[in-house]
């Protein structure tokens, strides 16, 4: 019995559905504007999330720290540091670098100027061995720092890493991170309560409907599903809609920099194709899901006859 | 079958009890009427026969199971076995006669088909045939009536619950309603009316529970009306 209930459902939900949308015509219009209104806003800060994170990411990955050995170095002293660094599961990956092929290097990144070396050979090689290593979290690098510090005149020099400015970056791209979870979450509160609205008008329209619906034992699930999908269809059009501008916008402005000498030498907006192909699944699924939520929300209090 | 065991009742605990101590046997296939002076407990009793309320003390049988057991899942089962037939009606207005008694059965899943098949015969029995594509606000109350009675008995119920089902209308009309829950009662289904109608009652000769101010004062067999008013 319950099956069959579930099998015919759809048709009567979707004409009931349709019809109520139809009928609260200005509070509909109403949600899905709300819905586009804050999903722009957020799709905004998205966009400057995934922007600042692919930044992020790009220069992270070429980060490298520097471990310098003593020029005086034994055999033992550098397998026990590197055995420290590898244990650590922080670390990506370690490359130890001899003073030979860092002179090698030095040299070679000279070009016509590298017979200015040429008075340096094996002998009184002034390169200091290294190694260099590759975090997994630029959050860590200070970490790694400090792990490799512990070894400081026991093999070890100095430790360098990175300019300042990644750390300018990495705490840029966790403030943007930040801030659009608190957009989001408040955006989100906001939306709720006026698709509950919405359909709570709906519900209170349709409050005879429900009653008649109970005593003839209709189940919840049965009186609730066209509430729900009237929000989530609320929510799933004002998605759309916002993708739409969204998408637009973003070409715009792709078009106006690209270019321009706005952007800083060497990075670029984060590719459309990434952006929009994450957008449009997270918009769907949070219109959806925040038009369903508001629903549940708006019929709870009438389901109880 | 309906059966109520020491059932009492209190919405609010310094308040008097809505129902005092009830109990009482209805059986398969019987015609009852419970009467009443308003706030006996006539409401209380039928809110609790469909589970819109639970008993504060005393258990509730319907047809052999104890529905004070019930989940809120199963409740809307329990309704799909009883059917009920309102003072006012409660007709959709934007849906037409037929569609009014489909509705019912829609509600449960059932087919198309079989809802083709079993409105008319519906309509038929409560004598509609010729309105079924009216809408109810073209409709006699006593029409727009055996329409709900129609919509009550659409899912074959076990029990049918008829509350002040001629309240709102003429003694003539009303006769022809009650005579039509006869009808129901003949093939089988148990009939609980709730009336004031002391006329009906006592034209009808059958069994009479009385409610006053909450307690079970006469159960007649043969009844009249059971109070002075």
């Known amino acids: 019995m319950k099956f069959s209930s579930i099998k015919t459902m759809p048709k009567n939900v979707v ?188 519900v209170f329209a349709r409050r005879r409907e429900i009653g008649i619906m109970k005593y003839v034992g209709a189940t919840n699930n049965y009186i609730r599903s066209p509430f729900i999908l009237e929000g989530t269809l609320l929510g799933l059009i004002g998605a759309i809609v916002a993708f739409l501008v969204i998408r637009i916008a973003y070409y715009y402005v792709l078009g106006l920099l690209s270019g321009s000498s706005f952007l800083p030498v060497g990075t670029t907006l984060a590719s459309p194709d990434l952006v929009m192909g994450k957008l449009i699944y997270f918009f769907l699924i949070y219109g959806g899901l925040i038009g369903a939520i508001g629903s549940i929300f708006a019929i709870r209090k009438f389901l109880d006859v | 079958m309906i059966e109520f065991k020491n059932v009492t009742k209190s919405y609010e605990k310094n308040k008097s009890d809505a129902l005092k101590n009830v109990s009482l046997f209805i059986d398969k296939g019987e015609f009852v009427f419970l009467v009443g002076r308003s706030g006996a407990g006539k409401s209380t009793f039928i809110k609790l026969l469909l589970r819109e309320i639970e008993p504060t003390q005393g258990s509730i049988f319907i047809n052999n199971y104890n529905i004070a057991n019930l989940s809120k899942r199963e409740i809307p089962f329990l309704r799909r076995k009883m059917g009920v037939v309102f003072q006012d009606f409660r007709l959709l207005e934007n849906k037409s006669v037929f569609e009014n008694v489909a509705y019912a059965m829609e509600i449960i899943g059932k087919s198309e088909k079989q809802i083709r098949k079993r409105v008319p015969l519906a309509l038929d029995m409560v004598g509609l045939s010729h309105r079924i594509n009216h809408y109810p606000h073209e409709l006699s109350g006593g029409e727009q009536q055996r329409v709900v009675i129609a919509r009550a008995i659409i899912n074959n119920p076990t029990i049918l619950i008829c509350d002040e089902p001629t309240g709102n209308l003429d003694p003539e009309t009303s006769y022809e309603i009650i005579s039509i829950l006869e009808e129901i009662n003949r093939r089988g289904t148990t009939i609980v009316v709730v009336t004031h109608d002391r006329e009906i009652v006592d034209v009808m000769k059958k069994r009479v529970l009385t409610l006053e101010d909450g307690a079970l004062t006469v159960d007649d067999a043969i009844g009249r009306y059971g109070y002075e008013v």
């Open chain 1, 15 to 202: 004409r009931d559905t349709l019809k109520s949308i139809e009928r609260n015509n200005l509070m509909s219009a109403a949600s899905i504007l709300s819905v586009i209104a804050a999903l722009i806003i957020l799709g905004i800060f998205l966009i400057l999330t995934i922007n600042v994170s692919e930044l992020t990411k790009d220069v992270e990955s070429r980060l490298e720290l520097k471990v310098f050995l003593q020029s005086d170095f034994t055999d033992a002293q550098k397998l026990t540091v590197q055995q420290a660094l590898e244990d650590s599961d922080m670390i990506e990956s370690v490359t130890f670098e001899s003073s030979q092929e860092a002179l090698d290097k030095f040299s070679a990144s000279l070009d016509q100027y590298s017979s200015l070396l040429s008075g340096y050979n094996s002998q009184n090689n002034p390169m200091p061995a290294s190694f260099i290593i590759r975090v997994k979290d630029p959050n860590d690098l200070e970490a790694v720092q400090t792990l490799a510090m512990t070894f400081k005149d026991k093999g070890v020099e100095y430790v360098k890493y990175g300019e300042e400015y990644v750390q300018v970056l990495v705490n840029f791209s966790n403030f943007t991170n930040t801030l659009s979870l608190v957009v989001l979450v408040v955006l989100s509160i906001i939306s709720i309560f006026i698709i509950y609205n919405t359909i709570k008008l709906t």
